[in-house]
């Protein structure tokens, strides 16, 4: 079976608690069987027919005795063609269930006819009665035992007899250890083994709190990030005949529904916050003002939206994850699928313990918006195209425009209020004449003050104040002038006194009354005003230097022209005002220019361009919550390695995405999507601060196209970073995308359809690949980091990735393993994505982890299929059906196991059945509509 990673491993939690009569004596017990595991075992089973080999496995229910319900909770996997079978799958408690010594566990044993009609089931309701027999297994016999017998029993070891359901046949007994987590017999590998040859294999224990998520080495940070975690041990043998002990571990993240929130706060106070800007861009003539009231319009709307979806996350109080059954939910759009996080921690006898993780999540891409007309990346390219080549009644501005235009009013809204608090810094320094301090205030004041004329200094705003000049109202054009060479904006269209209906400009209109120096000479009073304020500081402290000294000599000059009397505070204080007034007229200039080429944007799209930015606001989100949970994991697990350290602040952090979706139908447009999204979180910056208190949860700032994450770390973490990061350096993450369709879907694009768009993706994301590679080489030594080695290694890498995505090979996995191999060696973080981040993905991952296990840590060549089918195998679950599956939404009973068999893929044996097969279905679909 496949295993379902993400969402049923959880279900056993959901167990119901039982009156609290017992929970005074069920602490101590729940930390004993929270470090322990239940290890089943059983001899001399009896058959029904004497020839007849059993197919085995134990299903463990519990009572509690206030209660006096049977409760399903765990079950074994399936041991076949044995009598005397050694259940390899162990069964533990998370510390929060009651256990007092009066409860009691019961172990039903079934024999399976048919292993792949079987439907194990496990359930949190309750059982008041036998469980009726199901058609492909039947009851052999059960055992009962108190928790206090098991406890006190020498060597915690208990031996049962197992008997039918009228308590009168003996069928066998069965020896229950309660083993500790953690231990590992010494011992060679072949010596572990039972008179059944099948049932040589790997140890198998599950855990609901594995190490270092919940332990006493558990740190906050990790507490605040992953929400119900769950563990399995495995042993494994090595190719020299040892042990090897592996954890798997998986979590959900509480970042799943944080992160969005966060975002869709800084969404609508954006938004708002351009609505006011949009009002205030004072009076148009009536065209414009039109066109302002219909954005204003449409804006209030979206903003509606954005604000009911905030409601409504306020109110979830379910599980930490989205499941793949709620994606087309409209309330949860912004939220990704199924994010978790995989872990694999190897402790090998010979060699250097390791952790790989993996963040796995379904594909960032808003499932409620539909992909009849594609994804992201074919709407933006067809939008701007419409854009550039429709008459719409706006001027053009290139994307590239309005991104500047964002930029330079987000330096506006940031800069402006800084100036003016270290210009009141200033005056309080003067006041106090300190010379020291006024030194410092005057030092940021001047930096401050100079990029905030930086920020101005650019073609834009200028042209965009000549726009917005002739848009006022009365305003004429006496001649049209054409635009200056090499001007982006061309066009041959003139505004007219008179509200006629407009062709569409593509340029800014000269007007020959318009002073276009009179934006310089605004502009560069600024400096002006500084410089002067920085002179008279300068003479102040000069003066009040050359007064401490005895003997001073004749005043110069300039000191003859200062006020001798009256104190330093009256004499800055009217310089600074009056920079204060010419930042101030220069603000309102630029804020109304940028926001007169925004309105533009706006205009020329709607309402199509702000259900793109809807569509995109989706997708970011569910990218973001992923690559935040990402880096606080590969942070906390980094944080002791000067190499990474070094590297996270040197050259940034490589993000590599492992997609499986297809480029057919609605998969491709979830591609499209993906790709965009992933692209999108170049913009975001990383940047880690002290928390001050409890909450750990990261603090999101920025707008949008720009964004910064502050991960709070608590003190005795915060110290071990460099010095660089303690000073607030902002971290750079470069995302990349490699897809590789897997699933029948693709056999037909690759057949019948197209899969451009996945070459391209992958082309694209290696030369982005190339360039990290190139600054990594450039500005780190090649022996700071663990996984990095001969730089002729990851040359070789990167040359062979190139290869196979030139070679254009049908469903070339050699893309995904080469990827992630490179990243592995970067110190990269890892994610793999599907539709849903469940089949696909867990194959995917379970794969990687057992190819690791063989290549770093010499997993015995005949062992490698047995773990790869130990890891997958749903019976380690509980064997939950799909009708018991949470991550499906449904419990229901008397459903069948959902096995996986596409008509299509059984065509595909056979290309000329394929054939014959889809015109066949053609004819039906004309004969059905006609």
Not at 599 to 622: H, K, N, Y
Not at 706 to 718: C, N
Not at 811 to 822: C, G, H, P, Q, R
């Amino acid at each position: 079976g496949l295993l379902s990673t993400l969402g049923s491993l959880r279900w056993r939690l959901l167990c119901p608690v039982p009156a609290a009569e017992c929970f005074s004596q069920s602490f101590l017990l729940s930390i004993v069987f929270f470090s322990s595991v239940l290890s089943p075992a059983c001899k001399d089973l009896v058959a029904a027919t004497r020839d007849r080999k059993l197919n085995t496995f134990v299903q463990v229910s519990v009572v509690h005795p206030a209660e006096h319900v049977l409760t399903r909770y765990s079950s074994t996997e399936i041991v076949e063609g044995t009598r005397d079978p050694l259940f390899l799958t162990g069964v533990t408690f998370p510390p929060e269930y009651p256990i007092c010594e009066e409860t009691k566990i019961k172990l039903a044993v079934y024999d399976v006819k048919d292993k792949s009609q079987d439907t194990v089931r496990t359930s949190v309701l309750p059982d008041h009665k036998e469980q009726r027999a199901d058609v492909g297994r039947s009851f052999l016999g059960c055992a009962t035992f108190r928790v206090g017998d098991l406890v006190k029993s020498k060597e915690q070891q208990l031996t049962l007899t197992l008997r039918t359901s009228d308590g009168g046949k003996t069928v066998g007994t069965i020896e229950v250890n309660l083993v500790k987590m953690g231990e590992i017999e010494d011992g060679e590998a072949d010596h572990v083994t039972t008179d059944a040859q099948d049932q040589k294999c790997a140890l198998v224990r599950e855990c609901t709190a594995p190490e270092g998520m919940s332990g006493k080495d558990n740190l906050p940070l990790l507490n605040a990030v992953l929400k119900n975690p769950i563990c399995k041990l495995y042993r494994f043998p090595t190719s020299d005949n040892k042990w090897m002990q592996i954890r798997e571990q998986m979590a959900e993240s509480a970042l799943s529904f944080h992160v969005p929130r966060e975002l869709i706060s800084l969404h609508i106070k954006e938004d708002m916050r351009r609505n006011q800007e949009l009002k205030e861009l004072g009076e148009l003539a009536p065209h414009w003002d039109n066109m302002r009231k219909n954005v204003i319009a449409h804006c209030d709307q979206m903003m509606s939206l954005y604000q009911d979806t905030l409601a409504e996350l306020g109110k979830h109080t379910g599980s930490s994850f989205k499941s793949s059954c709620s994606k087309g939910e409209k309330t949860l759009e912004f939220i990704p699928i199924n994010l978790h996080l995989q872990r694999m921690h190897v402790h090998s006898p010979r060699l250097k313990d390791a952790v790989y993780d993996v963040v796995t999540v379904g594909a960032p891409a808003a499932h409620c918006q539909g992909f009849k007309n594609g994804g992201l990346r074919k709407l933006l390219t067809k939008f701007e195209a419409e854009r550039r080549n429709t008459g719409y009644q706006c001027i053009y501005y290139s994307p590239e425009n309005t991104a500047k235009a964002k930029e330079v009013l987000s330096n506006i809204n940031h800069l402006q209020p800084l100036i003016s608090s270290h210009a009141d810094l200033l005056l309080n320094s003067a006041s106090q004449r300190s010379p020291d301090s006024l030194k410092s205030s005057l030092k940021m004041l001047s930096e401050k003050t100079e990029l905030f004329v930086h920020a101005f200094k650019d073609q834009l705003v200028r042209s965009a104040l000549l726009a917005l000049y002739t848009a006022r109202p009365g305003c004429v054009l006496k001649k049209p002038l054409a635009a200056p060479d090499g001007a982006e904006e061309r066009g041959d269209s003139q505004r007219q006194e008179r509200p006629a209906p407009l062709r569409r400009q593509d340029s800014i209109p000269h007007h020959s009354e318009y002073d276009e120096e009179e934006w310089d000479r605004v502009w560069a009073n600024v400096g002006k005003s500084l410089n002067c304020v920085i002179a008279m500081v300068d003479r102040l402290l000069e003066k009040d230097s050359s007064s401490s000294k005895a003997g001073e000599n004749a005043p110069s000059p300039a000191d003859r022209q200062m006020p001798h009397e009256g104190d330093w505070y009256e004499q800055l204080y009217p310089l600074v005002l009056t920079l204060k007034d010419c930042m101030a007229e220069v603000v309102t200039r630029a804020k109304q220019s940028m926001t007169f080429v925004l309105l533009q944007e706006l205009a020329c799209g709607l309402p199509q361009c702000l259900m793109l930015t809807l569509r995109r606001d989706i997708v970011f989100s569910q990218a973001l919550a992923g690559l935040v949970c990402g880096f606080i994991i590969k942070l906390h697990t980094g944080l002791h390695d000067q190499g990474f350290l070094q590297q996270l602040h040197t050259v940034g952090l490589l993000v590599q995405y492992e997609g499986l979706l297809s480029t057919y139908s609605e998969e491709a447009g979830m591609l499209e999507d993906m790709a965009v999204g992933i692209s999108d979180l170049q913009k975001v910056m990383f940047k880690i601060i002290e928390a001050k208190s409890e909450d750990f949860l990261p603090i999101i700032t920025g707008r949008r196209e720009h964004y910064v994450i502050e991960v709070q770390l608590p003190a005795k973490m915060f110290e071990l970073l460099p010095q660089e990061i303690k000073e607030g350096k902002l971290l750079r993450m470069y995302p990349v995308l490699f897809n590789v369709g897997i699933n029948e879907q693709q056999t037909l694009a690759e057949r019948f359809g197209d899969t451009t768009l996945q070459e391209n993706i992958n082309q694209e994301n290696f030369e982005l690949l190339k360039e990290y590679y190139k600054l990594f080489t450039e500005k780190m030594p090649p022996d700071c980091l663990p996984h990095f080695q001969e730089q002729n290694d990851l040359k070789g890498l990167l040359e062979n990735l190139h290869q196979n995505i030139q070679a254009k090979k049908r469903k070339n996995v050699e893309i995904m393993w080469l990827a992630a191999m490179i990243c592995r060696k970067l110190n990269g973080i890892r994610f793999t994505c599907c539709k849903s981040a469940k089949d696909r993905t867990s194959m995917s991952v379970t794969l990687e982890q057992c190819s690791i296990l063989r290549d770093e840590h010499q997993l015995h060549k005949d062992f490698f299929i047995r773990a790869l089918d130990c890891m997958r195998s749903r019976q380690t679950q509980g064997a939950l059906n799909e009708s018991d599956d949470p991550e499906t939404g449904c419990l229901t009973d008397n459903k069948p196991t959902s096995r996986h068999f596409y008509p299509v893929a059984l065509l595909l044996v056979s290309s000329h059945l394929l054939v014959v097969w889809l015109i066949l279905s053609l004819a039906l679909l004309l004969a059905k509509y006609q």
